[in-house]
T-cell receptor
Framework: GENVEQHPSTLSVQEGDSAVIKCTYSDSASNYFPWYKQELGKGPQLIIDIRSNVGEKKDQRIAVTLNKTAKHFSLHITETQPEDSAVYFCAASIGGTASKLTFGTGTRLQVTL | NAGVTQTPKFRVLKTGQSMTLLCAQDMNHEYMYWYRQDPGMGLRLIHY???????AKGEVPDGYNVSRLKKQNFLLGLESAAPSQTSVYFC??????????FGPGTRLLVL
């Protein structure tokens, strides 16, 4: 089955700096790659996603890049703010399999003042 | 629109007891999922359903059963709880474009 690895497990940045979280996947058939943000005591919430026919996607301060050849994708957060502090999860899904997501192990991002 | 709701929010069980976790969604989604979240392990799929009356096993199905008698509800059952089932359980439903919407979670402690 699919295996998703995520790094780093913790990340501390100063407010205003950029943060980058990286994930690799194992199954070349994966074609959907969402990123979720989980705040303390809450369920994960989708923040951005990308499909295998696209190399990069941006939404305001958040961007995701995908390298299909290397089988890795990354989340970039620019101009970080304290409210960005949370746990971030990457995931991968193979099309046609009931959209089953395989998640990475998460990155705890702390934005310090 | 309440989205995805889960009951209960928190429960303590003794080893061997049984319980049912309820997930409800009001978005008319076909696909629903149950995950467990453990420290350092991300979210792992327990069971899922692609429509009313259907269920399928995920990555870690042992010790759990599910039922989808109504489209809006997805139940997760533990017949004989074990300490290894101490976890936070999340339900999700899938909307357009494969986006999964998660509930707030149920925290379960098995003593």
């Amino acid at each position: 089955g699919e295996n998703v690895e995520q790094h780093p497990s913790t990340l501390s940045v100063q407010e205003g700096d950029s943060a980058v979280i990286k994930c690799t996947y194992s199954d070349s058939a994966s074609n959907y790659f969402p990123w979720y943000k989980q705040e303390l005591g809450k369920g994960p919430q989708l923040i951005i996603d990308i499909r295998s026919n696209v190399g990069e996607k941006k939404d305001q301060r958040i961007a995701v890049t995908l390298n299909k050849t290397a089988k890795h994708f990354s989340l970039h957060i620019t101009e970080t703010q304290p409210e960005d502090s949370a746990v971030y999860f990457c995931a991968a899904s193979i099309g046609g399999t009931a959209s089953k997501l395989t998640f990475g192990t998460g990155t705890r991002l702390q934005v310090t003042l | 629109n309440a989205g995805v709701t889960q009951t209960p929010k928190f429960r303590v069980l003794k080893t061997g007891q049984s319980m049912t976790l309820l997930c409800a969604q009001d978005m008319n989604h076909e696909y629903m999922y149950w995950y467990r979240q453990d420290p350092g392990m991300g979210l792992r799929l327990i069971h899922y359903s692609v429509g009313e009356g259907t269920t399928a096993k995920g990555e870690v199905p042992d010790g759990y059963n599910v039922s989808r008698l109504k489209k809006q509800n997805f139940l997760l059952g533990l017949e004989s709880a074990a300490p290894s089932q101490t976890s936070v359980y999340f339900c999700a439903s899938r909307g357009p474009r494969e986006t999964q919407y998660f509930g707030p979670g149920t925290r379960l402690l098995v003593l």
